[in-house]
């Protein structure tokens, strides 16, 4: 954007301009609000190369302020606006927030006022997600008025650093810190970790660090901005009806109970991967919530029937109704559980809370497959393409959540980030529209020019693979939309990850449907020569036949669309 352009925007009247804003903060934040300050001021100066001051004390010059701190705080941060705001009404409700544009002549001040630590959070990433930023230049809508808490206690990803996963096994400390700032800002409140050991290899040859080390320095970064974290904690072993086995256990389990500086609730898949019959998983893990609550006092213990045959299942809601165990805090509806979450709900006695754990990584074979996927697509893109299904996670989410207090995600990477920010933005606000949250996506982690273009790319992404492939014309338009985006973006809008992802996809629907026109049309080329074969002899109809078949590698078709699938595909790794 020229500088003509933000002295265009910054004039118009339905915006406010804050470039030069000074932020004003209580003089004893705690830790996790302290997080939340510096996320806001490094995310403008990311985007801006604008860095704003920070203060304890209102300034006596005539600058826009942005005002950050809990209610409990107000009279040590709101300046003159205080009292107002004392005398507001307003809601009390966990992790929720107001955000609020004052003015004092034509000096506005800006307000995110959390009702606890979380809703400071909160509020900030609400207000990234709707400043308008470019370098040199930040502006807000100037009719910004929220007052909103979330419907759902639980709102979280896993985070699996593991060899089997599609981008996280590579990632150092630095870059987790970054995803989890970036799923906080869109009110994810929970983390949930793997294990060294888990059903994958013990190690990579991507790990910047041994996977217990990571896992510790993720549960710090987690603690650092005052969200949960989780663990997903199959039981590998064969027989937990052994004693000595029960011993290994134990003592395997505690190494990770004592690294861990912060665990909030462990999760145990009873399934997919272990095989372990209720009648021994459950006294195994009655014992294992002990130990963990020696090292964290407040940790849940968690337990998914997942895989569970119709008499593992039987048996464990058996367990639960009679003898009602106090040391398990609630079950887990995950995949493999063949029933809806009302009909699960209805089965689990009402004293345990029922998590969900949606698949949202995994295109067929899977929990949620990809509706009449076509088979070219099925066969060349995968079980774990980066896959953008807006609508649909939305009716998934809508259709599976309510009997619920919410989610962690289950997930193998980062192709899923958009579904993950639809699950996110649902789980604060059910009735919020799904273009709305694509918007801001785009907006926030793409660039303000791209907020809308990048939203309406999205949907395309999502309507390529809707239907038979051969009929879906579409495709060609879509990747259209992104080229014209690629062909006006600066050079760090093509460094973004998230921008290559959405490009690699275009590209490859383009190109697939490219190779499944030319190719089925060689195919009946072939057809139509051995047709022919009692005419010409079949010798001499086969060669052709294999003539024609090797034009496919021979004459490829859409050579330059293949070659830049390859140059993002390295550009992403």
Request: hydrophobic content about 40%; aromatic content about 10%; charged content about 25%.
């Amino acid at each position: 954007m020229s500088e003509q352009d933000c002295r265009s925007l910054t004039s118009r009247p339905e915006v406010i301009d804050l470039s030069k804003a000074i932020v004003v903060l209580p003089p004893d934040l705690s830790g996790p609000e302290q997080k939340a300050v510096t996320m806001l001021v490094d995310e403008v100066e990311k985007r801006t190369r604008i860095l704003w001051e920070r203060t304890t004390t209102w300034p006596s010059c005539q600058v826009p302020v942005i005002a950050v701190g809990p209610a409990s705080a107000l009279n040590t941060f709101g300046g003159t606006y205080a009292a107002h705001f004392v005398a507001e009404s307003h809601a009390t409700a966990a992790e929720g927030y107001r955000i609020r544009i004052m003015r004092s002549g034509d000096t506005p001040a800006v307000f995110v006022i959390g009702n606890d630590a979380r809703g400071v959070l909160y509020g900030v990433g609400h207000l990234l997600r709707v400043l308008r930023m470019n370098p040199g230049s930040v502006l807000v809508q100037k009719d910004l008025k929220v007052t909103t808490a979330p419907r759902y206690r639980l709102r979280g990803h896993q985070l699996g650093y593991r060899d089997k996963t599609n981008s996280y096994c590579g990632w150092d400390l630095a870059q987790w810190e970054q995803y989890i700032r970036d799923l906080v800002v869109f009110g994810a409140n929970a983390i949930e970790l793997i294990p060294p050991r888990s059903d994958d290899h013990p190690d990579s040859v991507h790990f910047p660090l041994p996977p217990l080390e990571m896992m510790a320095g993720m549960s710090q970064v987690a603690d650092d901005y005052g969200i949960d974290v989780w663990i997903w904690f199959p039981a590998m072993d064969e027989d937990y009806s052994d004693l000595a086995t029960v011993e290994f256990a134990l003592k395997e389990w505690e190494q990770v109970f004592e690294k861990l500086p912060r665990i909030d609730a462990v999760l145990v898949p009873g399934g997919d991967p272990g095989r372990t019959p209720p009648k021994y998983l459950m006294p195994l893990l009655e014992k294992q919530t002990a130990l963990l609550q020696s090292h964290h006092p407040q940790a849940q213990m968690w337990v998914s029937p997942q895989g569970f045959t119709q008499d593992w299942m039987d048996e464990f809601i058996g367990i639960l109704k009679r003898e009602s165990p106090d040391w398990l805090t609630g079950v887990v509806f995950g995949p493999r559980v063949h029933m809806t979450t009302a009909e699960f709900r209805e089965l689990i006695p009402r004293k345990y809370p029922i998590r969900n754990y949606p698949d949202i990584t995994h295109n067929f074979s899977c929990q949620h497959p990809v509706p009449d996927w076509d088979v070219a697509y099925a066969l060349t893109e995968g079980r774990e393409s980066v896959n953008p299904r807006p609508l649909g996670q939305a009716t998934i989410f809508r259709h599976e959540q309510p009997p619920t207090i919410g989610f962690l995600t289950y997930s193998e990477g980062c192709n899923d980030d958009v579904n993950k920010c639809i699950w996110s933005a649902l789980g604060w606000d059910p009735d919020r529209k799904v273009i709305d949250i694509l918007r801001e996506y785009s907006r926030y982690y793409i660039g303000e020019r791209y907020a809308d273009d990048f939203a309406q790319g999205l949907l395309a992404l999502e309507r390529n693979w809707r239907g038979p492939l051969a009929c879906n014309a579409g495709v060609y338009t879509t990747l259209r939309q992104f080229q014209a985006m690629e062909e006006s973006a600066w050079p760090r809008d093509l460094k973004n990850w998230r921008f290559q992802q959405a490009l690699y996809r275009a590209y490859y629907d383009a190109y697939v449907r490219s190779r499944l026109l030319y190719e089925s049309g060689l195919e009946e080329q072939v057809m139509d020569q051995l047709r022919q074969a009692p005419d010409k002899g079949s010798l001499v109809a086969l060669a052709e036949a294999e003539r024609i078949l090797d034009l496919a590698v021979n004459q490829p078709i859409s050579s330059g669309w293949r070659t830049r699938i390859f140059q993002l595909a390295e550009a992403l790794f």
